[in-house]
């Protein structure tokens, strides 16, 4: 057997072996053999159909198992003699079962060779994980405003921020009315009998502000609005809208106390309640500095090394992401269309993600081979990120 192997760029190889006469005579008759053995034919019994008759009628079969024989015999030592250290085979091409001899040259995705980045004292700061007191007061007022109640508001109420209100409202664009512009843009073109409550991000911001302090039965007019460049219906991006805007009905929000919150939120008094608020926000900011320090050490090694990694592992991995992508979207109920109008872009992003998981995993297994690091797939990459924040400097 004669090997020789050619660089193809990007970690892919062309291997191509060379087999004398002996060599490929050898696996020729022992495939013959095997279709002797199980070909079936009329007029012949089964392991008795002559083999020039096997060689007629299974000509294209013969040959085609005849080349993955080979392969399967020689690859392993064409591999070891050429010190090819194999990642995938790719695919077999140019065999030649024709003449006295035969060969043929596999496509073949190898391991990287890179030097490895320095990843002992990479500069990684710690973040304060402290939970301020005004932060936990405000997880408080937003538990406090999750069990609101609300009443009807009294003649000569005031609608105020978190209330429930009853409107109506019809807006103009450039002296036309909204639909006029845009027939499909009924929500922000006119409502009546519309309820909203007067909170972030509920309805066009520059009404809610505008209701702030209305009674029922009081109209503003010419309440200006901007609509976004960006998002908005068609026709209408980066439009001033002006409305008339009518307060019809009020629903008054109630917070409860703080010996209610404590009782709704089955907590033994208040205080204990903001103690267990505290405690679960201080777990989860160390949690998150945790993560972030991990994401931080993982972008520091890779900024630190470039190199080409296999395809044939790129290829499967955003198969991976892509089908774990549309698995989410299913039950999420995105509908399919998005992504036939995004395919290329997703696909684009899930390629150089994919790329970038498999050179980390790549870092990850030199730093763990460097430093003895002995665990399971799974646990090998935590344990080297550990190792390295254990030796960075803060």
Not at 304 to 328: H, I, Y
Request: aromatic share 6%; hydrophobic share 40%.
């Amino acid at each position: 057997m004669k090997t020789s192997k050619k660089n193809q760029g990007k970690c892919r190889i062309e291997l191509k072996v060379e087999l004398d006469a002996a060599e490929k005579g050898e696996v020729v008759k022992s495939v013959e053999r095997e279709f002797v053995r199980e070909a079936q034919l009329p007029g012949f019994r089964k392991g008795k159909v002559p083999i020039e008759v096997i060689r007629k009628n299974f000509a294209g079969a013969l040959r085609q198992e005849t080349v993955a024989a080979m392969v399967r015999k020689f690859h392993p030592e064409a591999l070891k003699a050429e010190g090819v250290d194999e990642v995938a085979l790719v695919g077999v091409k140019e065999f030649d079962l024709d003449g006295e001899c035969g060969s043929y040259t596999a496509v073949v995705d190898v391991r990287p060779e890179f030097k490895l980045p320095t990843y002992k004292g990479l500069k990684i700061a710690d973040a304060d994980a402290t939970v301020k007191d005004s932060e936990v007061d405000e997880r408080i007022d937003q538990l406090r405003a999750a069990y609101a109640t609300f009443e009807d508001g009294k003649e000569g109420d005031a609608a105020a921020e978190g209330d429930y209100v009853q409107i109506d409202y019809e807006g103009t664009v450039g002296g036309k009315k909204i639909l006029e512009v845009n027939p499909e843009a009924k929500i922000v073109a006119e409502g009546k009998g519309f309820w909203t409550q007067l909170e972030e991000g509920r309805f066009l911001p520059e009404i809610l502000d505008a209701l702030k302090g209305m009674k029922a039965g009081e109209t503003k007019e010419k309440v200006a609005a901007k609509f976004a460049k960006e998002g908005a219906p068609e026709g209408l991006a980066g439009a001033k809208a002006v409305y008339t805007v009518t307060l019809k009905m009020l629903r008054r929000r109630v917070l409860p106390d703080d010996a209610t919150l404590a009782e709704k939120a089955k907590a033994e008094s208040f205080e204990k309640l903001k103690s267990t608020v505290r405690e679960s926000m201080e777990r989860a900011r160390v949690e998150g500095e945790k993560r972030r320090r991990e994401d931080e050490a993982v972008e520091l090694l890779l900024k630190k090394v470039d190199f080409d990694v296999p395809q044939t592992q790129v290829d499967s991995v955003m198969q991976g992401m892509l089908s774990e992508m549309a698995q989410r979207a299913q039950l999420s109920g995105l509908d399919a269309s998005y992504f036939e109008q995004n395919a290329e872009k997703i696909r684009k992003d899930a390629a150089e993600n994919a790329e970038r998981q498999v050179r980390l995993w790549y870092v990850i297994e030199a730093i763990a081979k460097a430093e003895n690091i002995e665990a399971d797939d799974k646990e090998i990459g935590p344990k080297v990120v550990e190792f390295v924040l254990e030796n960075a400097k803060k």
